[in-house]
């Protein structure tokens, strides 16, 4: 009877657990797949070695990618945003321990960038879309760095673009970039 209980208890976990995945990845437009292992290198080659301020990543999935960073930036302050509960659980419960990371569950949409130095993402082309609105909107004029995998930001014009060596051949792009002033109606 016992072990029924448990049993039953655990299985009813794993599907609230997945269906709150589904839903999420539904309703944010993208799932929590993580980075290739060599897509997270050319990442982590193209993040500014010894950069001291805020790293922000912009929807850390299951936190690979931003343990990563955490470790290749020992002296940033690396914010890793994450809006799916169950992702972000995992997340947190992996930065634990990691001093100079903070894994902050919700909307980067809706959250504060504005002393970020350098932003992390693998997000998809509407997620970009309204990332380069935000910035346009809330920090024009001010410089700062942004690793994308596989999506580039339309209309701007990536430093570096590398060609990762895994299955999608997918590329991973850098900007240094100064966001232009919204547009005067
Ligand atoms: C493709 S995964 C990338 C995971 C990780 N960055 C990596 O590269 O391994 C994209 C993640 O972004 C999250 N996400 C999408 N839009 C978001 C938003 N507006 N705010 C916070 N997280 C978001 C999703 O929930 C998902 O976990």
Known sequence: MGDGWAGATLVGVVALGALSVIV??????ISPMPSSRAARRA???????????EVHELGCGWGGLAL?????????????????????????????????????RGD???????RAEVLVCYLF??????????????????ALCIVSNTFALHGWTPRDTLVVDDVWRS???????????????
């Open 43 to 53: 990442v982590l080659s193209l993040v500014p070695p010894g950069v001291t301020g």
């Open 125 to 142: 082309t509407g997620g970009m879309r309204a990332l380069a609105d935000k910035l346009t909107r809330e920090r024009p004029g001010t």
């Open 24 to 29: 999420s990845a539904l309703r944010l437009g």
């Open 108 to 114: 980067f949409l809706r959250g504060d960038l504005s």
């Open 68 to 104: 990563a960073v955490a470790r290749q930036c020992p002296h940033a302050r690396v914010i890793a945003w994450e809006a799916s509960l169950v992702p972000w659980l995992v997340s947190a419960v992996r930065a634990r321990g990691v001093a100079n990371l903070e894994v902050r």
């Open 171 to 185: 590329r991973v792009y850098r900007y240094d970039a100064v966001p232009p002033g919204p547009r005067a109606p």
